[in-house]
Every structure is written in C-alpha cells, then in structure tokens.
C-alpha cells in the first residue's frame, strides 16, 4: 500500500470516529428524529459523505467518493427534492506490474429524487412513502460514473417501532 493510501485510510478512519461521536451526542441532546434516518422526516439539510477503498486489484488500487447531498422539503412539507453530487478519485494496478492503469479523478454521476408520503396511519403506527429518483450520467470519464441515465420509481414502507424504526425500500 503506497503512502496516499496509508495517509486518506487514516483520514477516512477519522472522519468516521468523529462523525459517529457527533451523531451519538446529537441523539442524546434532541427528543425530536434529526438523523436522517427516518424516509419520511422531511428535513431541509447539507451532507457530506467521504467513502475511501481499498479495491481489490492484482496490484495496488484505491478508490476514494465524495459527496454532497442537498435535501429541501417543499409543498408546505408535504413533498421532498433531494440532490447528489459526486467527486470520484480512483487509481489501480490491474496486472501488477508497478503501473496505475487506471487514474482518474474528477465530476462522478449526478442524482435527484422527489418524495412523498403517500399515507400515514398514526393508528397502526405505519406510513408509506413513493417517489421518482433520476440518475444522470455526469462523470468525467467513464470510470468515475455509471455511464447511464435512468429514472426509476420508489416505494418505502415505515413501522414505527417504540425504540426507533423498520423502513425497507423498493428501488427500481
């Protein structure tokens, strides 16, 4: 493993640990469900993940994804829009023969999504949730994205359950 990857495995271990110690405060801190988790808890926030690997070539490969996610409840609440954007970095040996094959960085795939919840019953502690995601093949180079467009519909199902929640989803 070269000394990039030993340097972005620390730094992604320790945005980890740190993004696990603030969630764990946030949790205790507030009564009200702000971590995201909930499908059908509109929220109006900014994210940013960081997702490092270590991929699994013949010689060395790593592959690093940033994103930024934007999610704006609208329709006074009642619908969501939600907006990814990607920065890929990856870099592989694929034969081991001491050269990166592939080594490419920048602009990965784009996505958007428009949610609803289609009912809710407080009674039987339930709701449902539908929407339409697009993918739009943004990247800069093949390697960085999926190298497609799709739209495809969603459907959640949400229980409620006393210590939290069972949401499974339907995805294209």
């Known amino acids: ?12 271990a320790i945005a980890v640990l740190s993004m696990a110690a603030v969630t764990a405060y946030a ?19 900014f994210r940013v993940y960081n997702e490092y690997s270590i991929l699994n070539t013949e010689g060395d490969g790593t592959q690093n994804l940033a994103t930024a996610e934007l999610r704006l409840p609208f329709a006074d609440g009642k619908w969501q829009w ?6 890929n970095s990856i870099k592989a040996d694929l034969n081991d023969d001491g050269n990166d094959d592939l080594d490419d960085s920048g602009i990965g795939d784009f996505d958007m999504r428009f ?19 697009i993918f739009v093949n943004t990247a800069d180079e093949d390697a960085l994205g999926s190298g497609v467009t799709s739209l495809g519909p969603q459907l959640f199902y949400v229980k409620f359950l006393p210590t939290g929640l069972f949401a499974p989803a339907l995805q294209y």
Do not use: C
Not at 33 to 44: E, L, Q, V
Not at 115 to 133: I, Q, S, Y
């Open 27 to 45: 949790q205790e801190s507030q009564k009200q469900d702000t971590t995201g988790t909930n499908p059908i808890n509109f929220s109006r926030d």
């Open 82 to 87: 939600r907006m990814r954007a990607r920065l």
């Open 115 to 133: 949610l609803t919840v289609l009912k809710l019953d407080m009674e039987t502690k339930t709701a449902w949730a539908g929407g339409l995601e």
């Open 1 to 12: 493993m070269n000394y990039h990857s030993k340097v972005g495995l620390k730094l992604t």
